[in-house]
């Protein structure tokens, strides 16, 4: 992939985003930056960002992946279909 001027400036522009957003900070000099800027686009809820992140991807030909869903465990699934309320006492769910 070559860097050229639009692909630098966009990507000063995504990395000054991700920062003030998503508190990461990726370096430019970075083997993966543009991979890990795509990423980190993928998992921003502002739209501006992710735009962005679509034009990177295009003017650098690299595809943007979207992120799996995150996976629900077991005692997570339980605990969302059960019917009634808990609070937490001392680290243990007490149902009420």
Same mark, same amino acid.
């Given at each position: 992939?070559? &860097?050229?001027?639009?692909?630098?400036? #966009?990507?000063?522009?995504?990395? @000054? +985003?991700? @920062?003030?957003? &998503?508190?990461?900070?990726? +370096?430019? *000099?970075?083997?993966?930056?543009? *991979?890990?800027?795509?990423?980190? #686009?993928?998992?921003?809820?502002?739209?501006? $960002? @992710?735009?962005?992140?679509?034009? &990177?991807?295009?003017?650098?030909? $690299?595809?943007? !992946?979207?992120?799996?869903?995150?996976? !629900?465990?077991?005692?997570?699934?339980?605990?969302?279909?059960?019917?009634?309320?808990? !609070?937490?006492? +001392?680290?243990? +769910?007490?149902?009420?």
């Amino acid at each position: 992939m070559e &860097l050229n001027k639009a692909v630098i400036d #966009c990507m000063q522009s995504l990395r @000054r +985003r991700l @920062r003030a957003e &998503l508190a990461v900070d990726i +370096r430019l *000099s970075q083997p993966d930056a543009v *991979s890990a800027m795509l990423s980190a #686009c993928m998992a921003s809820n502002d739209p501006q $960002t @992710r735009e962005l992140g679509e034009h &990177l991807a295009n003017i650098s030909d $690299t595809p943007m !992946k979207p992120t799996a869903p995150p996976i !629900k465990l077991a005692a997570e699934s339980a605990d969302a279909g059960s019917a009634g309320s808990y !609070k937490v006492y +001392r680290g243990q +769910r007490v149902y009420s």
